[in-house]
């Protein structure tokens, strides 16, 4: 059922690096992504994908993964996702972008999480280091990057406290906490 997948697709940021993601599945979830649905059909978005170790040190360097930990710089060697799926517009298509890329990343982050598979959609990417150290045309965009692999930690979600507070945090045994509105807050007529 697609509630079980949307509530087990969480933004996990701590991988078994080790666990190879081939080319092929990468190729599986892009055509997710191909399939959905796109503003005025122009289908302007594409992918680089990765999942060489070599190349994928290159792409982390220039990601922020969860900002809201202050003291906890991102995963690290052996931790680090197996995999890359870069998300880009191409300008020379259309400039309107934001709406085809969050409907891609959702639906190839669906398709990674059928697979057993997790995910992280990251916007907080160094874009000009990154276009440079893969030598990215200009003419593209680079919009999201999607860090994938086989989750190694445990992200549960659990109701925004009297506060208002969204921040996510972790505790003392590393479990990833998502705080989420009340589905009677959130509609409001």
């Not at 997948?5 to 092929?24: P, T």
């Not at 992504?33 to 990765?50: D, V």
């Not at 669906?110 to 992280?120: P, S």
Request: overall charge neutral; charged content about 30%; proline content about 4%.
């Amino acid at each position: 059922m697609i509630r079980d997948l949307i509530v087990k697709n969480r933004s996990y940021r701590s991988f078994y690096q080790e666990v190879d993601i081939k080319l092929e599945t990468l190729k599986e979830l892009v055509d997710l992504a191909r399939l959905s649905a796109s503003a005025r059909n122009a289908q302007p978005l594409k992918y680089i994908l990765s999942c060489e170790p070599q190349r994928n040190s290159l792409i982390f360097a220039h990601l922020t993964l969860a900002a809201y930990l202050k003291d906890w710089s991102g995963p690290g060697e052996g931790e680090r996702p197996s995999a890359y799926i870069i998300v880009l517009g191409d300008t020379e298509i259309s400039r309107f972008v934001e709406y085809d890329a969050g409907i891609a990343a959702q639906s190839i982050l669906l398709g990674a999480t059928e697979k057993d598979l997790g995910g992280c959609m990251i916007a907080s990417v160094d874009r000009e280091k990154l276009r440079k150290t893969l030598d990215i045309p200009t003419r593209y965009e680079i919009l999201l990057v999607l860090a994938l692999g086989k989750p190694k930690e445990k992200v549960v979600i659990e109701t925004v406290g009297s506060g208002g507070d969204t921040k996510y945090w972790r505790d003392s045994k590393n479990v990833h906490h998502v705080p989420k509105h009340p589905l009677d807050e959130i509609i409001i007529g």
